[in-house]
């Protein structure tokens, strides 16, 4: 029996795929979350899952850097990612830092059957208009997801609002910190991205295609 995890925020998308997926195989079970924390739970609950399709634009994922934390986490699991996005500079970096297989949202039934199927062999898969278009991954690329994975989520979400060009205290209050943890924080980012300033942070999150996280209340 294959089990899969669906973590898409999305519940019509959700349960399209899955609709999609029981098509395909006569016995499956399909796990489903629509947050990276809830995917993150799930993941540590299941070990026997064969196959992850998740979404880059999940609440708390942080984008790439969800891929990233994943694929850091549990690296022989197959990671598809599924994306409404089918920008060739994103898809390069998806399979650079560890997805096995890009499947854009547009995809009909058949493709998604292709790529599962695919995958699930041990062979990376990209829609036959995306592939030859997709540059080589470059070794900067990888060694970035290295860097970032070895990140803790506390000292991510510190990076993020570096990003965003919040002030120490600013971030103290968001994270309901002191100043000197972020401090020891910030320090900890500089040293793991081997950098020696925020400027040089903030282009590295950069890189990952950050969005705006929301306050924690």
């Known amino acids: 029996m294959n089990q899969f995890l669906i973590a898409d925020d999305h519940p019509l998308f959700r349960a399209a795929l899955k609709g999609a997926l029981q098509n395909q195989f006569d016995t499956l079970t399909v796990f489903e979350a629509d947050t990276f924390d809830s995917t993150l739970t799930i993941l540590s609950q299941q070990d026997e899952l064969d ?58 039934p058949q493709e998604i ?4 199927d695919t995958v699930l062999e041990g062979d990376n898969w990209l829609p036959e208009n995306i592939k030859d278009k997709v ?27 570096l990003h965003e060009g919040l002030l120490n205290k600013q971030i103290a209050f968001e ?25 040089q942070a903030v282009l590295i999150a950069s890189k990952l295609q950050l969005e705006p996280i929301e306050p924690q209340i």
């Open 113 to 116: 059957n292709q790529a599962i």
């Open 175 to 199: 994270l309901h910190i002191s100043e000197a943890t972020v401090k020891a924080h910030i320090t900890a980012i500089f040293r793991k991205l081997g950098v020696y300033n925020r400027t």
């Open 135 to 161: 540059a080589n991954t470059a070794h900067e690329d990888k060694e970035l997801a290295q860097q970032v994975a070895s990140l803790t989520p506390q000292q991510f979400k510190v990076l993020q609002y």
């Open 51 to 108: 196959l992850l399709l998740l979404d880059l634009h999940m609440p708390g994922s942080g984008d790439l850097y969800g891929l990233i934390r994943v694929r850091e986490d549990y690296p022989s699991l197959p990671i598809v990612v599924v994306s409404g996005s089918e920008d060739l500079s994103v898809i390069s970096k998806v399979m650079a830092y560890g997805a096995m297989g890009f499947i854009p949202k547009s995809s009909s």
